[in-house]
């Protein structure tokens, strides 16, 4: 009975094995059957026509086009057999080493990638082989959706299909983009090196293989380190894949390549390095994908006034025209909303596309100092009476255990002054006095909220601006003073739209409130004072037909001048780009700059008062003795403070009488000033 049972069982389990073994045989055959017909399916079928690059286009605030910038694209067609050897080795070792043995998708690629993505819980490194590239470019946009990949892969196993691997790469290398609107090797090559594909040579190639990754980041023309770093990878990778030895690799790192200026038409016409901050602003913070950008026909609307940025080129050459090799940045920015009004970041992107607009690695020098006295208006109730001596001074800092010993410009000092001298003046003795009194900590709590991101240190030169910003960071920071203290986040692109018009992004301008506005309008009151008679800006006033503020700045290498209307806050800077320093009279163009571009800028803009806000109190005070003043006071002076902090005692025992026309001090000789003690009395 038992041996029954167990035969029948063995029977059984034959049975159901037969029959597994069976389905099993049949599925394949099937399986089989379906992807040879799936296959044959796909050979016969037509690929898609190619989608032809939409270029997308830069327009201003008023809808005036900037550039466009498929109207520029270099393209040339090769044979692969007129592309150098080596350009393609170096290709197929960085971007695809297995090209010649995939059929359109790499899988262990996919499985390589994947495991270092989930390492890092972000996508740090794609499995797109070249097929894969080459068919997203052609029929495809460069969405990041799974429905676009399925595609691109699919039309990837269809081309292996339908061309031979060798007509794949030549359509490759033909149409791959290497930024600055070149398509293709052999426009790359003449950009580049002004020589033909065939002939580049190992350290060439590598250079070349190595932009299309990330142009913005490896185009020489945008940042040689990042390039050579890049060009010096390419060449360890074909190391490993064995198409050249080390020492081969080593004699290419070291070559010096000569890469040809960046061709006049690749420059654009008006806000070039404006351009270049708009592109690295889409790519780099709002993950725009290069080649969407330059071609995939989106509209970008920017906040740039073309007026005023003809206008700041203009000046620009003006004004440098008899010094050919100082350097200059501009940013001019609204205060009201944060948007970039103006930029140049140099004065001629042709020769050189570095820019110093948006670098910080200047010193700013007496520009900074507003800041200082910001904080001590705010924190330690400081009023434009706080006096101190102008003289030569030693001071202790770090528990005692260190000096510093600043000097005033020239060597000159004014004895005892209140702050509105001091800043008229630039008085450094004066700032490192305050600083200290206030905290070096506090100031740069202040200067960080206020935008300026740079690092520093809490030591007195902090007040003198020893610490490097950018000129953005400054015009941004002192927007804040002609916005009664409130800082709106610079913004440089509007609204994105694609080719259909639907909006893929939208600025929302982020407001902060910083300081009330009572303080900012008392320093700018004091601020105007640099423009009049004895201010290191009055060179200029005669230029000058609006209320303006600012603060000029100065070191052995760098000049500066960052000042503001209700309407602008503009900062200029002058000096050279290496090792050398500024002279006298180069330390003054910064000023001019900055007044023939605020006048031209805003001609169609009728002048006006800085608005008095709630909480100051603007009262007659005789200078010498920081008191009110009566008609025992010689020469009054206007002067705004916050409610509270105003001076109660009169300059002498004579008790005040009610002013008359007669009275009324004499004016000034600039029609604002007096505009503005009418409008106040």
Not at 261 to 276: R, V
């Amino acid at each position: 009975m038992h041996m029954t049972e167990a035969k029948d069982q063995t029977h059984r389990r034959r049975g159901r094995f037969r029959r597994t073994l069976s389905f099993m045989f049949t599925s394949l055959i099937l399986g089989t059957a379906v992807m040879i017909v799936g296959l044959l399916y796909m050979r016969s079928q037509a690929l898609p026509v190619s989608k032809m690059a939409a270029a997308s286009a830069l327009y201003d605030i008023n809808g005036q086009l900037i550039e466009a910038y498929g109207s520029n694209q270099s393209r040339e067609i090769i044979p692969l057999s007129d592309i150098s050897p080596q350009l393609v080795e170096a290709t197929l070792a960085i971007e695809d080493r297995k090209f010649y043995e995939h059929y359109g998708f790499d899988l262990k690629g996919i499985a390589r990638a994947a495991v270092v993505n989930i390492q890092h819980m972000a996508k740090v490194q794609g499995a797109g082989t070249i097929t894969q590239q080459l068919a997203r470019n052609l029929y495809l946009n460069h969405e990041r959706t799974w429905s676009r990949k399925i595609k691109e892969t699919y039309y990837a196993v269809q081309m292996e299909l339908q061309m031979s691997k060798d007509q794949i790469l030549e359509q490759y290398l033909n149409q791959i983009y290497y930024g600055h609107s070149t398509y293709g090797i052999q426009a790359a090559a003449q950009l580049f090196f002004g020589k033909d594909a065939k002939d580049l040579s190992l350290a060439e190639s590598a250079m070349l293989a190595g932009v299309p990754k990330g142009p913005r980041y490896f185009s020489p023309y945008y940042d040689a380190k990042n390039a050579k770093e890049r060009q010096e990878t390419v060449l360890q990778t074909m190391v490993e894949v064995g198409y050249i030895t080390q020492r081969e690799a080593d004699q290419a790192a070291r070559e010096k390549l000569d890469i040809k200026p960046l061709d006049q038409k690749k420059q654009g016409t008006t806000a070039p390095y404006f351009s270049d901050y708009i592109r690295s602003v889409a790519i780099d913070e709002l993950g725009i994908p290069e080649e969407q950008f330059e071609e995939g026909g989106l509209r970008i609307h920017t906040s740039l006034d073309l007026h005023a940025q003809k206008v700041a080129e203009e000046v620009v050459t003006t004004q440098l025209a008899k010094y050919p090799q100082l350097q200059t940045a501009l940013v001019a920015i609204d205060p009201r909303n944060g948007y970039i009004k103006a930029m140049v970041g140099g004065r001629s992107y042709k020769e050189n596309q570095f820019n110093r607009a948006v670098a910080g690695s200047r010193q700013p020098g007496s520009s900074f100092k507003p800041i200082v006295y910001l904080t001590a208006l705010k924190e330690k109730q400081f009023t434009p009476l706080k006096r101190y001596k102008s003289e030569p001074t030693t001071f202790t800092y770090d528990n005692g255990r260190q000096t510093y010993t600043p000097n005033n410009f020239g060597n000159t000092y004014f004895d005892w002054i209140d702050m509105r001298t001091a800043i008229a003046k630039s008085d450094n003795i004066f700032a490192v006095h305050t600083v200290l009194e206030t905290g070096p900590e506090r100031v740069i709590e202040m200067a960080k909220r206020m935008g300026i991101h740079s690092p520093m240190k809490p030591v007195p030169s902090l007040a003198l601006g020893t610490f490097p910003v950018s000129p953005l960071e400054m015009a941004s920071a002192y927007s804040i003073f002609a916005n009664q203290g409130v800082r709106v986040n610079p913004i440089a692109i509007v609204r994105i739209e694609d080719s259909r018009g639907r909006v893929l992004y939208e600025a929302e301008p982020q407001k902060e409130t910083i300081i009330e506005p009572a303080y900012t309008y008392v320093l700018t009151h004091m601020m105007e004072s640099v423009f009049e008679s004895g201010g290191t800006g009055s060179r200029v006033a005669s230029i000058m037909k609006r209320p303006v503020a600012g603060k000029t700045g100065s070191t052995d290498a760098d000049a500066w001048l960052v000042g503001f209307t209700p309407e602008l806050s503009t900062a200029v800077w002058v000096g050279y780009d290496k090792d050398r320093n500024i002279n006298a009279v180069e330390s003054h163009l910064a000023a001019p700059i900055f007044a023939e571009f605020t006048e031209r800028t805003l001609e169609a803009v009728p002048p006006k008062l800085f608005e008095i806000p709630e909480g100051v109190v603007n009262v007659y005070v005789d200078p010498a003795s920081g008191k009110l003043a009566n008609d025992g006071c010689p020469n009054p002076r206007l002067e705004a403070f916050v409610a509270g902090t105003e001076p109660t005692e009169y300059c002498t025992e004579q008790p005040p009488k009610p002013r008359t026309e007669t009275d009324k001090p004499k004016p000034s000789g600039s029609w604002w000033n007096d505009l503005k003690r009418w409008w106040s009395e």
